[in-house]
């Protein structure tokens, strides 16, 4: 199985500031890299697929890149709606998460 | 408005069975393949397993821990996807999503995501 890593597991950040994650996979995934936004006691959302396709609807102060097996989220500036979690997921074989990052004032 | 709604969670035994079903809404459902998620009280996501589009054979994979229990149907007359689970243990506590798993081709390969998901519904496996 395909196992996802994603770092920091938590961060405290401010209005305005540039944060990253990164999430890593245990082998080669190409860019079939998704990410997903979550708030306590909601569903997720998908903000990001194909490693660096923004969804529709997403604003575009967030990104991804990477291929192969490192990849990153990007907020360019955090936003207070964007305290959450966050959680990456590959697609190249079925559909493992990563264990979330959360995202803290 | 594109939704989806899940119903059938609850508490139950150890070894019993359970069906969650999923109810889709606003979009051609049988065009889609159909996946559920997991996430255990105070845990992470976890990919439990999906259904292909009856176009590309109806067939189903399921994660490691629950292959062999769980099973997924789809009934694309009534756009309802199941999830039947069988000999529960309590590790399957959580609250159980469907979501909509879609494809797009990009640079000539299928990328594929979950754009739509339900609320989710709570499943307790307890004495």
């Known amino acids: 199985d395909i196992q996802m890593t994603q770092s920091p597991s938590s961060l405290s950040a401010s209005v305005g500031d540039r944060v990253i994650i990164t999430c890593r996979a245990s082998?080669?995934?190409?860019?079939?890299l998704n990410w997903y936004q979550q708030k306590p006691g909601k569903a997720p959302k998908l903000l990001i697929y194909?490693?660096?396709s923004l969804q529709s609807g997403v604003p575009s102060r967030f990104s991804g890149s990477g291929s192969g097996t490192d990849f990153s989220l990007t907020i360019s500036s955090l936003q207070p709606d964007d305290f959450a979690t966050y959680y990456c997921?590959?697609?190249?074989?079925?559909?493992?998460f990563g264990q979330g990052t959360k995202v803290e004032i | 408005e594109v939704q989806l709604v899940e119903s059938g969670g609850g508490l139950v035994q150890p070894g019993r069975s359970l069906r969650l079903s999923c109810t889709a809404s606003?979009?051609?459902?049988?065009?889609?393949?159909m996946s559920w998620v997991r996430q255990a009280p105070g845990k992470g996501l976890e990919w439990v397993g999906f259904?292909?589009?009856?176009?590309?054979?109806?067939?189903?994979d399921y994660a490691a821990s629950v292959r062999g229990r769980f099973s997924i149907s789809r009934d694309d007359s009534k756009s309802i996807a199941h999830l039947q689970m069988n000999s529960l243990k309590t590790a399957d506590t959580a609250v159980y999503f469907c979501?909509?798993?879609?494809?797009?081709?990009?640079?000539?390969?299928?990328?594929?995501?979950?754009?739509?998901w339900g609320t989710g519904t709570t499943v307790t496996v307890s004495s």
């Open positions: 979501t909509r798993r879609r494809w797009e081709i990009i640079r000539g390969y299928y990328y594929y995501y979950m754009d739509v």
């Open positions: 606003g979009f051609t459902f049988g065009d889609y393949a």
């Open positions: 259904i292909r589009s009856k176009a590309y054979g109806g067939t189903t």
């Open positions: 082998q080669s995934i190409n860019s079939y």
């Open positions: 194909a490693a660096s």
């Open positions: 997921q590959q697609s190249y074989n079925i559909g493992t």
